[in-house]
T-cell receptor
Framework: DGGITQSPKYLFRKEGQNVTLSCEQNLNHDAMYWYRQDPGQGLRLIYYSQIVNDFQKGDIAEGYSVSREKKESFPLTVTSAQKNPTAFYLC??????????????FGDGTRLSIL | QKEVEQDPGPLSVPEGAIVSLNCTYSNSAFQYFMWYRQYSRKGPELLMYTYSSGNKEDGRFTAQVDKSSKYISLFIRDSQPSDSATYLC?????????????FGGGTRVLVKP
């Protein structure tokens, strides 16, 4: 079955610690995205990548970093600089097209909490 | 003011009723519109994807777009308890960097048996 796999499902971070969230897709999509979702709020874009070895900051990139070494993988690191990391993190992918008319498909998220 | 406004609810309806959800937006450049359903502790699932003004139907779901009023709607007929979820509207304009989606805050729906 094609889809997007996020791991772990739950993650706890200690003060001053960096943690990495995994996102893998087997949909052969070129574009991948990371969103943060807080209670009662919509999804906010952290980073996105339209092609391997290239990525761009979204609306709330401070305190986060990403890499895109393989088409199917787009890990997100939440660094110690992110002072309010408790949230639900969602990874998505899509087929980018000129004209931007492709919907995004999502994984089932990672819930990050502070210890 | 947010680019996309969506009533957070919760919206509580009896089983079998019609659920009516809507979003308003301010940027007339938005051209493509999506509705996602999100169950608790799960990722959003694409329900409907529309471009033109007018109606699009898929089973019990009807999506409506009124670009002149900058208003989109989702109707769920014969609602079931399994429809209880948060519904997110999302939209995109063709020149958006990275095909970025702009989301509403979501409406929580509760269908009571």
């Amino acid at each position: 079955d094609g889809g997007i796999t996020q791991s772990p499902k739950y993650l706890f971070r200690k003060e001053g610690q960096n943690v990495t969230l995994s996102c893998e897709q087997n949909l052969n999509h070129d574009a991948m995205y990371w969103y943060r979702q807080d209670p009662g709020q919509g999804l906010r874009l952290i980073y996105y990548s339209q092609i391997v070895n290239d990525f761009q900051k979204g609306d709330i990139a401070e305190g986060y970093s990403v890499s895109r070494e393989k088409k199917e993988s787009f890990p997100l690191t939440v660094t110690s600089a992110q002072k309010n990391p408790t949230a639900f993190y969602l990874c998505a992918s899509s087929i980018p097209r000129a004209g931007g008319n492709q919907p995004q498909h999502f994984g089932d998220g990672t819930r990050l909490s502070i210890l | 003011q947010k680019e996309v406004e969506q009533d957070p609810g919760p919206l509580s309806v009896p089983e079998g009723a019609i659920v009516s959800l809507n979003c308003t937006y301010s940027n007339s450049a938005f051209q493509y519109f999506m509705w996602y359903r999100q169950y608790s502790r799960k990722g959003p699932e694409l329900l409907m994807y529309t471009y033109s003004s007018g109606n699009k139907e898929d089973g019990r779901f009807t999506a409506q777009v009124d670009k002149s009023s900058k208003y989109i709607s989702l109707f769920i007929r014969d609602s079931q308890p399994s429809d209880s979820a948060t519904y997110l509207c999302a939209m995109i304009f063709p020149q958006a960097a990275g095909n970025k989606l702009t989301f509403g805050g979501g409406t929580r729906v509760l269908v009571k048996p």
